[in-house]
């Protein structure tokens, strides 16, 4: 196996061991038939990681860990746009489910989660965090390049947290109270990485 192999299957091997041992806990806790839905939402992932990992474009190079400067770049800013952006969502979408009086725990939760890794990454970066990437940024008059570089790595971590959870919580919680909410959350991440994509592509 070649360099650019070995490179263009770590996405998608983090992703099915990742899935694996989500669906082995899920296994003990509630039995195989919810550990299902789970092992297809990490297989599914994965396996698009995969192809994407051999494309030549900029999506390819950034999947299959082999960006450049410029590419690491735009894969920091999008990941912190999708995850802002699906804080945000979370956020609303709790209100919004008190207001009609729906279940607005998953909505509540994962913005709660999004919270607390995103103040947890704010403070690791700003004392012990080393970050890289290239970021290409225009400091703002109160906020050093620095600075900038913090929050969008929170941000993208705080967002891949929150993903995480959702994709797996919907697929556990199938035809449960909460699966819906959590797809829906899964989903709009999804849907800000690819916009996000091509917001910064072109900056």
Known sequence: MNAFERRRLRAPALTAASGLILAVGVVVAA????????????????????????????????????????????????????????????????????????????????????????????????TRGRLTGGLAIEPGPRLDEREVAVVLHALQLAGIAMFVVSAVGGAALSGRTGDTALRILALAFVVALAAGLLIFRRR
Request: glycine content about 10%; proline content about 3%.
């Open 31 to 126: 039995g195989w038939v919810a550990a299902v839905p789970v092992a297809v939402a990490a297989a599914v992932p994965a396996a698009a990681y995969y192809w994407l990992g051999g494309r030549d474009a900029d999506v390819g190079a950034m999947v299959g860990a082999r960006a450049d400067e410029r590419q690491a770049a735009i894969r920091v800013w999008v990941r912190a746009f999708a995850g802002l952006t699906l804080l945000v969502v979370a956020a609303v979408g709790a209100i919004v489910s008190a207001a009609a009086g729906r279940a607005a725990w998953p909505y509540a939760a994962i913005a709660g989660l999004g919270a607390v890794c995103l103040v947890a990454s704010l403070a690791y970066y700003r």
